[in-house]
């Protein structure tokens, strides 16, 4: 059994950048993430609002930020959690067992991040991979020349309609609102890239024989009308992965949110949560804050 001060769960932004705080305060750092470092981060196509660069590919940042944690902490991939118990010891709080292994930790930090939110009509599930997809740069070379719709109207969705048009694709966005509450720099890009948009529908139905032929969609009138399309990339925003955090105790919000206060601290003694699962302004810059105050936190804990 494999002993650490923290144990960070989760390898985005969040958990990489509570990894290099928690190493560099001199306690041993263990990061696990069941699937590949970066998380859908790695998905990003171009991010503009990072600090330090112009423009970057979210799987560019995620390499970089990689390699200085590694400096700093262990990092293990596809390693699923099976269960985490809270103990009574004189050294250790929490019992962590893997799909791998087993760990004692005097500290957690929850950073699990969220997962792509579905539509939930009929076809979504039907044509998974045969036409629905939810990243557009992991996809989208499939459409090239095709016409697709992106479902959505946030800064992702943008993004991926832009990456989709430069690539050659013929995009068409849905948006079930009457504006986008998109950044304003990215709406303009829209504009100029001259990509459609319909606003004020929703997708009903998706439909086709082998693979994607045509979606159905629903106005705010009340009129239902098809749009032939060969992919659509649904873009509506992420669901908190609290799964771990449910079964630990730990307090969630009305929206399954993690519950944390200033210093990032939950409910339970030495648990600590970052990014994204913990709900606010789902930024990578915002979601690295929080990871350094949750290991200075749990540093300060210890230390007492």
């Known amino acids: 059994m494999k002993e650490y001060d923290i144990i960070i769960i989760g390898a985005g932004p969040a958990g990489l950048t509570a990894g290099i705080y928690g190493g560099r305060q001199g306690k041993k750092t263990l990061i696990l993430d069941k699937d590949l470092v970066g998380g859908v981060g790695r998905e990003v196509p171009a991010m503009e609002n990072y600090p330090g660069f112009d423009i970057i590919a979210g799987i560019k940042l995620i390499e970089k ?40 930790c005097k500290a957690i930090i929850l950073a699990t991040g969220s997962s792509y939110r ?61 504006k986008f509450r998109a950044d304003i720099f990215l709406q303009e890009r829209i504009k100029e890239k001259g990509i459609n948009v319909i606003y004020s529908s929703q997708v009903k139905k998706i439909e086709g024989k082998n693979s994607v032929e045509s979606i159905t969609l629903l106005n705010n009138k009340n009129e239902e009308y098809k749009l032939k399309v060969s992919g659509v990339f649904i873009s509506i925003g992420y669901d908190p992965q609290t799964e771990l955090a449910e079964k630990l105790g730990v307090e969630l919000d009305e929206k399954k949110y993690i519950k944390t206060d200033k210093s990032q601290k939950t409910n339970i003694e030495y648990v600590y ?32």
Do not use: P
Request: net charge negative; proline share 0%.
């Open 118 to 178: 579905h539509l939930n009509v009929e076809g979504e599930k039907e044509f998974l991979g045969r036409g629905v997809a939810y990243c557009a740069t992991c996809d989208g070379m499939f459409f090239r020349g095709k016409d697709v719709a992106i479902v959505g109207g946030g800064n992702s969705s943008l993004q991926e309609a832009i990456y989709l048009t430069n690539i050659g694709c013929n995009v068409t966005i849905i948006h079930r609102r009457d």
């Open 65 to 104: 930020i990689q390699k200085q944690t590694e400096k700093n902490s262990e990092i293990r991939e596809l390693e699923s959690i099976k269960r985490i118990d809270k103990i009574k010891d004189l050294d250790f709080n929490f019992n962590i067992e893997t799909d791998k292994d087993e760990y004692l």
């Open 273 to 304: 949560s970052a990014g994204d699962v913990t709900g606010g302004i789902k930024q990578w810059i915002v979601a690295s804050s929080e990871g350094a105050i949750s290991a200075l936190s749990a540093y300060n804990d210890l230390e007492k």
